[in-house]
């Protein structure tokens, strides 16, 4: 059992792309969209009628920070339940982990080293 959708918003291309590709590598049943800020993912869950399995972030964003998108989320009744993960570097987390730790299921970090990153992205998205 995996998740099949999966939703993800960062502002920077080249992650997202990465994200994406290396999501197709685990599984290319898995539907991966993506939006480069928080504004245009609220529009989404807000009005989609299949929302994504689990949610991934980056917290540095443009228009919304991740803080504020996580808050909206989890206040939201449709999509309070779904699990997300913060998709950034360590020290970003680092700094606001104390206010993220409420409202995430775990951290994906953004990481030089290629395998790591794979092997922790198919962790999260094979529920290991």
Partial sequence: MY????????DDIDDRDLFCITIKDISP?????????GLD????????????????ID?????????SFLKDIKENEKSRDI??????TPLMVKEMEE??????SGYL????N?????????????GK
């Fill in 41 to 56: 993912g609220i529009s989404y869950l807000s009005s989609s009628t299949e929302l994504p399995e689990v949610i991934f």
């Fill in 83 to 88: 699990p997300i993960y913060i998709y950034s």
């Fill in 29 to 37: 049943e898995i539907d991966c969209k993506q939006f480069a800020n």
């Fill in 3 to 10: 998740y099949k959708s999966v939703l993800l918003i960062d």
């Fill in 99 to 104: 206010s993220l730790k409420q409202y995430v």
């Fill in 59 to 67: 917290i540095n964003m443009h228009l919304i920070d991740g803080l």
């Fill in 114 to 126: 290629f395998k790591e990153f794979a092997r922790s992205l198919r962790e999260i998205i094979m």
């Fill in 109 to 112: 970090f953004k990481t030089a």
